[in-house]
């Protein structure tokens, strides 16, 4: 029996599509609190799920769950449209489950992240950050992969229509071109920018970073060989001056 329309897959084809997720903290002014913040909180936070560039990614997330700590009053918050975020205030720093539901076109289950919510600076000049009151930002990029999209979402994540017979490269597989298709893609910006660090150039940059780190290994293990053959030498050198023999010792 052909299956039923919507179901088909398109073979050989995955299609990724970036996002950011993370969450931004800033300790009330203390002449300045939230009116109807509770005497105990010290923080303003928001969690959220975004597109690189703020890009919109509604066309593939329908809705995203997050789930707080269970100290707070209906702790599961479902945000069905963007911006998918939530804005709270607090005290203390937790888990932060973030659920993904895909567009029902997708026919995908939903997939399921974690987040730790840092109210705290952190990395360098925990101090001066403190002082300063300056927003603690953790956030990631993270790419969501849709294997063998099915035909329906395969038109919708490429802003395309499904063409049918896809493009084959050499390895029988469908070509870049036809997953990334003519319209919708999975573009990360050149440049980075104030409101996103994710770029070509970041991801250069780390790469060069990685290189010199494994170039600085390399020169390290080289040294501490020469060391060791050095070591070695002189070892022997010892032992023949003094006639050094070693003694086995019998049961
Ligand atoms: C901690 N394990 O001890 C964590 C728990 C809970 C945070 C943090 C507000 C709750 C409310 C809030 O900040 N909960 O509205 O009372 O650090």
Do not use: C
Not at 201 to 220: G, P, Q
Request: net charge neutral; glycine share 6%.
């Amino acid at each position: 029996m052909p299956a039923a329309t919507g179901t088909k897959r398109v073979r050989g084809v995955s299609i990724f599509r970036p996002f950011v997720y993370g969450s931004e903290a800033q300790p009330f002014d203390p002449d300045n609190r939230p009116p109807d913040a509770p005497a105990d909180h010290t923080h303003q936070w928001r969690v959220f799920v975004k597109g690189i560039n703020d890009e919109d990614i509604s066309y593939w997330l329908k809705k995203v769950q997050f789930k707080l700590h269970e100290t707070y009053a209906q702790a599961v918050r479902t945000i069905e449209q963007p911006p998918f975020e939530v804005t709270e205030t607090g005290w203390g720093e937790f888990e932060i489950q973030i659920k993904l539901y895909f567009v029902p076109e997708s026919t995908e289950k939903p997939q399921t992240l974690w987040h730790s919510l840092k109210l705290h600076p952190y990395g360098h000049d925990i101090e001066g950050k403190r002082e300063r009151r300056e927003k603690v930002i953790s956030q990631n990029y993270e790419e969501v992969i849709f294997n063998e999209p099915v035909e329906l979402f395969y038109d919708i994540l490429t802003g395309g229509s499904f063409p049918g017979q896809l493009p084959k490269g050499k390895s029988g597989k469908h070509t870049k071109q036809a997953q990334q298709g003519s319209g919708r893609t999975a573009e990360i910006p050149f440049n980075e920018s104030p409101g996103n660090p994710y770029s070509r150039t970041t991801e250069n940059k780390e790469l060069d970073r990685l290189m010199e780190a494994h170039k600085t290994v390399d020169l390290m293990l080289k040294e501490e060989k020469a060391k060791l053959i050095d070591r070695e030498r002189r070892l022997a050198e010892l032992k023949e001056s003094e006639g050094f023999s070693p003694v086995v010792r019998r049961k």
